[in-house]
């Protein structure tokens, strides 16, 4: 069974959101994405809902987190940029998933190993906290 989370502060990319989709058609495969609250809400993005929508439908769990930093009385974005395969490889950096990103000078780096670990944390507890979609 494949599982994939996703972090990033947007996912708008029509590509990447048709891969998914269609590997969830298939079966045998379990997505979650996690976006932020805030940048979602305030439709920074026009094609983000109708994408993170069709997600949903296809079978994804989409959620909509805030960041926290310092307590509850500091409310940030939720600025993660990351892709985690099986909790085993982790892809990580400034690239969110979006079109324009492919325009942008970004960078991504592979993570493996313990580390993977950490970054599966940090992933796990922005979708606790997030809401649903």
């Given at each position: 069974d494949?599982?994939?989370?996703?972090?990033?502060?947007?996912?708008?990319?029509?590509?990447?959101?048709?891969?998914?989709?269609?590997?969830?058609?298939?079966?045998?495969f379990n997505c979650s994405v996690v976006v932020d609250k805030e940048a979602f809400d305030e439709k920074v993005s026009r094609s983000q809902r109708p994408r993170l929508e069709e997600l949903k439908r296809g079978g994804a769990a989409v959620r909509l987190a805030s960041g926290y930093f310092g307590g509850s009385n500091f409310r940030g974005s939720m600025h993660m940029k990351t892709v985690v395969i099986d909790s085993c490889v982790a892809f990580t950096g400034s690239a969110n998933l979006t079109k324009k990103a492919r325009k942008n000078i970004e960078l991504v780096s592979q993570v493996t190993g313990p580390a993977v670990h950490d970054i599966v944390v940090g992933v796990r507890h922005a979708f606790s906290s997030g809401s649903d979609l």
């Open positions: 494949v599982y994939k989370r996703q972090a990033s502060y947007l996912v708008d990319d029509p590509e990447i959101c048709a891969a998914l989709l269609t590997r969830l058609r298939r079966g045998n």
